[in-house]
């Protein structure tokens, strides 16, 4: 029944959300975490569902094509999330990562990692937006940051006026990479000229280990669940993994 699947559903997001949690537990014992340095980035994780299925929300349905696999020449159409959804999977966004790179259906993993050791403290999956790498920044650093001043690294997606002061105004220091091409950055000499800033543009780069392990050993590259929730808690549960693999070559054997 729905209402089966809907609880099954759930019980296996707060497992893999539990499981997360036993696991930090267990490196903040081993005094394995810093509670003042961290980064943040996202990675998209590409959706079960291919361009074929993106289509118009409102247009009549398509006459059915020969074959299992038929072609299909959408390069002239005018396509985007506001007028076309998947069929296959209709949390799926269309988005891109740069100018550069191929517009895709996927979802954006968000982790926060701590400096220290390069664990990951917090995970969230969300749709592809572009605003959903500084939201996601802001609500995992709310949760972990409390009433003291932490440091939060982040590349140049971080670099907006309005995340900056956001930052800020939650007592933490952002030392997120300047993005000055056509414009000016919201980060200045009063956060550069500080040894730590230097410190922390190193140390964010580690985040991509992460994002590798993810990708090639947890098989995190495209995702098999369709919808925000059922990839997020296999997300957060690969995570939980990372550090437990992480965690093995900190911790001395015996």
């Given at each position: 029944?729905?209402f ?14 539990a ?14 975490l ?6 943040v980035d ?19 349905p398509?006459?059915?094509r ?10 002239k ?10 069929t ?12 550069a790179?191929p ?13 220290r ?9 969300t ?14 650093i ?16 971080y ?9 800020r ?17 919201a980060?200045d ?16 780069k580690?985040?991509e280990?992460?994002?590798g ?10 995702t098999r ?14 995570l ?6 992480r ?8």
């Amino acid at each position: 029944t729905v209402f089966t699947k809907n609880r099954d559903r759930l019980l296996e997001g707060e497992v893999a959300q539990a499981f997360f949690e036993q696991v930090l537990a267990r490196a903040r014992e081993a005094e394995l975490l810093s509670s003042e340095h961290f980064t943040v980035d996202g990675t998209l994780i590409e959706a079960w569902a291919s361009h074929k299925s993106f289509k118009r929300k409102d247009g009549p349905p398509e006459p059915p094509r020969e074959g299992r696999n038929p072609e299909v020449d959408f390069r002239k159409e005018k396509r985007g999330n506001a007028t076309h959804q998947s069929t296959t999977d209709p949390e799926a966004r269309l988005y891109r990562k740069s100018e550069a790179a191929p517009a895709q259906l996927c979802y954006i993993g968000h982790v926060l990692m701590e400096n220290r050791n390069g664990l990951a403290v917090d995970a969230r999956l969300t749709q592809a937006t572009g605003t959903a790498e500084c939201e996601s920044a802001l609500d995992m650093i709310r949760e972990v940051s409390g009433n003291r001043r932490v440091t939060l690294g982040g590349d140049k997606a971080y670099d907006t006026r309005d995340h900056v002061d956001a930052l800020r105004s939650l007592n933490v220091t952002p030392h997120v990479a300047q993005n000055d091409t056509k414009r000016k950055s919201a980060i200045d000499r009063r956060t550069t000229r500080h040894p730590g800033y230097a410190v922390s543009m190193r140390k964010r780069k580690r985040i991509e280990e992460t994002f590798g392990w993810l990708k090639t050993v947890a098989l995190m590259r495209k995702t098999r669940h369709k919808g925000t929730e059922l990839a997020g808690w296999m997300f957060t549960f690969s995570l939980a993994a990372y550090n437990l693999v992480r965690m093995r070559q900190l911790v001395p054997a015996g």
